[in-house]
């Protein structure tokens, strides 16, 4: 591979909704033949990574080098397909850019789905699920993960709730209850788990009500201070991986 195409952590990756096998013949998005051959200045014979969440992580060669287009011929898969832990982030919206930085740093920390929940106390109005994607895909790409976390559209937390999966255990970060610290919760903990947290200004009391009342549902506290909503969820999440996920 010539050294100009390499990046600070190494070769360039790339997600592609196509199957990966030997000689398989996968042709690259506008935008990606934008950053290789306009961006990184790649050539035709020039080697990528390509993953796609199913077949595991193969060396690619460009190929088909075109004024505004490549292709990418699969050489031989480097890293088989291992599964993410399964461990959701459900949350509300909160303003842009702290959105972003949470969908972002939830994917590099190993979550599987990302589930925004609309609460009385929620102040964005739209979700642009698109653009989590986007960041989602992006901080794949550039942490070795294997797959993309599946981005959910919003739902309200009352219809959340009561269409729940029961065998699924939702850890309720709850701002503003007694409740046992999580990591007591999940020592030995074995099943599939989600995590909830609240936008600016936590749950409404009646929510915070409704959502104890249910038995899947383990309130827990993430220590002495107030967290930020974005915070939260991510303390959460390094916590469960610690003691539950892939971080063993």
Not at 26 to 44: D, G, I, K, P, T
Not at 146 to 152: G, Q, T
Not at 183 to 195: D, E, H, Y
């Amino acid at each position: 591979m010539n050294d100009h195409l390499s990046e600070p952590g190494g070769k360039v990756r790339l997600f592609v909704e196509a199957p990966l096998a030997e000689a398989a013949h996968v042709q690259a998005s506008e935008a990606q033949a934008h950053y290789l051959l306009h961006v990184m200045r790649a050539r035709a014979g020039d080697r990528v990574s390509l993953f796609n969440g199913h077949d595991g992580e193969w060396l690619a060669q460009i190929r088909d080098v075109k004024k505004s287009g490549c292709a990418f011929g699969c050489e031989q898969q480097t890293r088989t397909q291992v599964d993410t832990p399964d461990l959701w982030l459900c949350f509300a919206p909160i303003k842009k850019t702290p959105a972003d930085y949470l969908t972002q740093k939830a994917t590099e920390l190993g979550v599987s789905v990302l589930q925004p929940v609309i609460t009385r106390r929620t102040i964005v109005s739209r979700v642009n699920t698109g653009r989590m994607r986007a960041n989602a895909i992006e901080a794949s790409e550039q942490s070795e993960r294997l797959s993309v976390p599946e981005i959910r559209e919003p739902v309200l937390l009352e219809k959340l709730i009561a269409a729940w999966p029961t065998e699924r255990q939702l850890i309720f970060c709850d701002e503003a209850g007694q409740a046992p610290p999580l990591a007591q919760v999940l020592r030995g903990a074995t099943s599939a788990w989600a995590v909830l947290t609240g936008p600016e200004g936590g749950f409404d009391p009646t929510e915070r009500e409704m959502i104890r009342s249910k038995p899947f549902v383990t309130p827990v506290s993430l220590g002495p201070r107030i967290l930020r909503a974005d915070t939260a969820g991510l303390a959460a999440v390094a916590v469960w991986q610690a003691l539950a996920g892939d971080w063993r």
